[in-house]
């Protein structure tokens, strides 16, 4: 079992920055893909990043594209989304997930999943 908690979410205005960052404990040994997903109210879930074990792979959304990016430092067991230029459409709980793979991850087949934060931003 890996256990994934989300934090640095919060409130900050139109062309703000954020990093969240994903914790993970439990069975860290294993070499699992990471990824963030966000859902807002009334919307399905969609994905955002995801970054390979090794952190030499890294995919972005199109609709983040340019302004978010995907890191991770294993050694501390610890994924970030840093996340520039917000808009409030970026308004949205996030969600991290650990994988077999960045391509399991993009299609929504994560095997754990965080809690979420939540990211809003005002206008």
């Known amino acids: 079992q890996v256990q994934l908690v989300e934090s640095g979410g919060g409130l900050v205005q139109a062309g703000g920055s954020l990093r969240l960052s994903c914790a993970a404990s439990?069975?860290?040994?294993?070499?699992?893909?990471m990824g963030w997903f966000r859902q807002a109210p009334g919307k399905e879930r969609e994905f955002i990043a995801t970054?390979?074990?090794?952190?030499?792979?890294?995919y972005i959304a199109d609709s983040v594209k340019g302004r978010f990016t995907i890191s991770r430092d294993n050694a501390k067991n610890t994924v970030y989304l840093q996340m520039h230029s917000l808009k409030p459409e970026d308004t949205a709980v996030y969600y991290c997930?650990?994988?077999?793979?960045?391509?399991?991850?993009?299609?929504?087949?994560?095997?754990?999943w965080g809690q979420g934060t939540q990211v809003t931003v005002t206008s």
């Open positions: 439990g069975r860290t040994d294993t070499s699992y893909a």
């Open positions: 970054i390979s074990w090794s952190g030499f792979y890294t």
């Open positions: 997930a650990a994988g077999r793979s960045s391509t399991s991850i993009r299609r929504f087949k994560s095997d754990y």
